[in-house]
């Protein structure tokens, strides 16, 4: 045995070298071919290089759906910032890449960005399992990293300094801004059924300590396997005296979960109230759905326009290309995931706020960046941010707006409560800016 | 809720996995009885019957029940001409190797998946049951729908019996598992039945896909889970016997179902994945293969 290896190694160890050589010398020539052309008008022109943005996208895997939302919002939010001059007289240009919603992917891809495009930052990621994947990477990469994901893990101090949530509210603000309105209006026991990673926790301890705050309680949790398909199963975990069901469910199969959750309890159903991530992308006159009629939703950005809506609004939904019933203009069935993409648009224009007030000339500027954005407090309804005002906390990196709260009825969603500011706002967890740039 | 209601919903659940998976594993155990090619896109075939059932159902507006059973009858059609050209253009081509063709299915298992994200999209997409009723029990309601998936599935595997057991095309599927030289030296067109059989496998899987694309939507992952399953229930069954099949998918998709609901799904899939690791170790040739196989 021992001689064998001792035999053939060598020849293999040869073949190896051969080989590693000759990617060396491609992958080198590659690079090097990559660079020089665009390395002459660098130093000469520097300030109309374009800025390089990575966009993080979910094509493919179970946040696909959302990925393709992202997708075009990112892209009409850059189509706007260029038409509007670029960010300090510079075109934008967006680098995407496929992260499959996948954590291990997603680093690899942040890693691309920094080392291979030649990004000024990393943008995008939705699904808090890549966030939480991707985060460490961009920290020891020293590359800003802008997410659009709704996950605690920003403000719980969980990630680092070059990861922020400026565009968009974490789950755990928008429990606490809506757990009153529940107790309230709905109930006071509570059974919660979410998907069993990082973004269910967050609900499931948020709202659970939200409720109790109110006199209510949380009576059973159901955690459910993102990746599941029938969730017939699970309904018979939830106690009889149930008042509200609160349910927030993603992934491909979340009208099933809706269509199941109807035919288990016909009309004899507790309240419900659920975030309308159980629904994002999905048509609400979709067979099956008629259950839902007179159930609550949360909605970080209503989706039916309703009866007023403000001019910021109207604009943004003109450039994305979705109607007044939050579905593409070209198909009223490919429904946008409009609660969540608004985030895409608004990160973009904070970048470019952030670029401009730090006079943004490249990578080297990364720290000053980040800096600049946390120096950042109010953000008034505008162009740049439709879905509402906001204010940004710069220790903790974490964006607070306003929630709604949405009824079903007509096969529409329209807002009957809308949550203030400070409704949303609780003690920081983290000083990121004491943290080493 | 109290037991006895509980029971009865575990079982309607684990009765309509069971109906699935038997159909769905037959088709793989089909294709390695008579060919020995161990299809990796097996769950492929089984999304595409999804993805073409949307599409067909879609053609037909106003009568869901209609445009449901145009999508019974099309999307295994489609499916099955798909495979009988993948048989030509890649396992013919391999000779039925064991192991070429097990790579050359991965292959085949990505480019159907990513044809169809690429064509489909990336959405769930529903398809309307073509009786709408939901049955009352005094504890919960139920999807009266899902009745007619369980009489269904039945059905099918009764006319798969007899097709295998009754008919000449049967026989002579059956001549060619058992013996493929000899089965040859008397004639019968062995690469034809071998195309014809990689055909039914890949429809039997679509089909399958149809009847449960009310319940669950069509989504160009969902090839994954069924194709897991599948294996899982031909091992234990024994690979090729077909009557283990049915009655390891019967055992694995009950089991599933109650499992599930009285404790945890992921307990259910740990005990079905011991199971097979069981059987491998004290029974390889499965519960109901040939000793000798």
């Known amino acids: 045995m021992v001689e ?16 590693i050589t000759g990617l060396a010398a491609v992958g080198g ?68 890449e496929d992260d499959g919603t996948d954590p291990k992917r997603g680093a690899e891809v942040v890693e691309k960005f920094a080392t291979q495009h030649g990004c000024d930052i990393a943008f995008g990621t939705l699904f808090s399992h890549v966030v939480i994947g ?70 499931r301890d948020n709202f659970a300590e939200a409720i109790k705050a109110q006199g209510g309680e949380v009576i059973e949790t159901v955690a459910v396997p993102p990746t599941e398909s029938a969730f017939f199963k699970y309904f018979p975990k939830i106690p009889k005296e149930t008042e509200v069901l609160y349910h927030v469910m993603v992934g491909p199969a979340v009208l099933t979960f809706v269509k199941e959750m109807g035919e288990f309890y016909g009309a004899n159903r507790p309240e419900l109230f659920g975030f309308i991530d159980s629904l994002e992308a999905v048509d609400l006159n979709s067979p099956g759905l008629e259950f839902l009629d007179g159930s609550y939703f949360w909605e970080g950005h209503p989706r039916y326009a309703g009866d007023n809506p403000s001019a910021f609004e109207l604009n943004y939904r003109e450039k994305v290309g979705v109607d007044l019933n939050g579905a593409s203009r070209n198909d009223p069935k490919d429904v946008a995931t409009y609660s969540h993409m608004f985030g895409c648009w608004e990160t973009l224009h904070i970048v470019k706020a952030g670029m401009e ?50 009824k079903v009825g007509d096969g529409k969603l329209s807002v009957v409560h809308r949550t203030s500011i400070e409704d949303g706002l609780y003690p920081d967890e983290v000083d990121y800016t004491t943290q080493a740039l | 809720m109290e037991f006895g209601p509980h029971l009865l919903l575990a079982s309607l659940e684990g009765a309509v996995a069971a109906a699935v998976l038997a159909l769905t594993a037959l088709g793989l155990s089909l294709v390695f009885g008579v060919m020995r090619v161990v299809n990796v896109a097996h769950g492929e075939f089984f999304m595409l019957g999804a993805v073409l059932a949307w599409w067909f159902a879609n053609l037909v507006v106003g009568n869901p029940a209609l445009g449901f059973i145009i999508a019974l ?61 939901r049955v009352n029990f005094p504890w919960f309601g139920y999807s009266g729908y899902k009745f007619i998936v369980i009489a269904a599935a039945v059905v099918l595997m009764l006319g798969v019996w007899l097709l295998l057991a009754r008919t000449k095309i049967g026989l002579i599927m059956r001549a060619t598992q058992y013996d493929r030289e000899m089965a040859q ?64 998918a019967i055992f694995i998709g009950m089991s599933d179902g109650i499992i599930s609901v009285f404790f945890s799904p ?25 000793r000798t196989a």
């Open chain 2, 266 to 290: 992921t307990l259910a899939k740990i005990l079905a994945t011991l199971l097979v690791a069981m059987v491998l170790v004290y029974r390889p040739a499965g519960l109901f293969g040939a």
């Open chain 1, 357 to 406: 007030a730090a006079g943004y000339q490249g990578p080297a500027d990364r720290a000053k960046l980040v800096e600049a954005v946390e120096a950042m407090t109010d953000m008034p309804e505008s162009e740049a941010h439709p879905q509402g005002a906001k204010v940004f906390n710069g220790k903790t990196h974490q964006a607070f707006g306003h929630q709604n709260i949405t």
């Open chain 2, 73 to 133: 009858v099309g999307a295994p059609l489609v499916v099955g001409v798909m495979a009988l050209i993948a048989d030509r253009l890649v396992l013919r081509r391999l000779h039925y190797d064991p192991e070429a063709t097990i790579v050359a299915t991965i292959g085949m298992l990505y480019i159907l998946q990513q044809l169809a994200l690429t064509f489909y999209g990336p959405d769930a997409r529903p398809v309307v049951a073509p009786i709408n009723f």
């Open chain 1, 29 to 96: 020539a590659a690079v090097g071919s990559r660079l020089l052309p665009g390395y002459v008008p660098y130093i000469q022109a520097q300030s109309s290089e374009p800025i390089r943005v990575g966009f993080q996208v979910h094509r493919t895997g179970i946040g696909a759906a959302y990925g393709r939302w992202y997708d075009r919002t990112t892209i009409a939010a850059a189509q706007a910032i260029n038409d509007a001059g670029g960010i300090n007289g510079r075109p934008l240009e967006i680098v995407a």
């Open chain 2, 185 to 248: 030296a008397f004639g019968i067109p062995v690469q034809r039945v071998y195309a014809g059989v990689f055909a039914l496998g890949a429809m039997l899987a679509a089909v399958a896909a149809v009847l449960i694309v009310p319940i669950q939507q069509a989504h160009y992952l969902m090839g994954q889970d069924p194709l897991l399953l599948s294996f899982i229930v031909v091992i234990i069954g024994g690979l090729g016997s077909l009557r283990g099949t049915v009655v390891a």
């Open chain 1, 134 to 203: 991707s985060a460490p990477r961009a920290g020891e990469l020293k590359i800003p990293y802008f997410v659009v994901s709704e996950g605690h893990h920003v403000a719980s101090g969980g990630l680092n300094r070059y990861t922020l949530q400026p565009g968009i509210t974490d789950v755990k603000s928008q429990v606490i801004a809506m757990a009153p309105w529940v107790a309230s209006n709905l109930g006071k026991k509570v059974t919660m059924i979410f998907p069993d990673f990082a973004f269910g926790y967050d609900h």
């Open chain 1, 4 to 19: 064998k290896k001792r035999t053939t190694a060598p020849v293999t160890g040869v073949g190896r070298r051969k080989v």
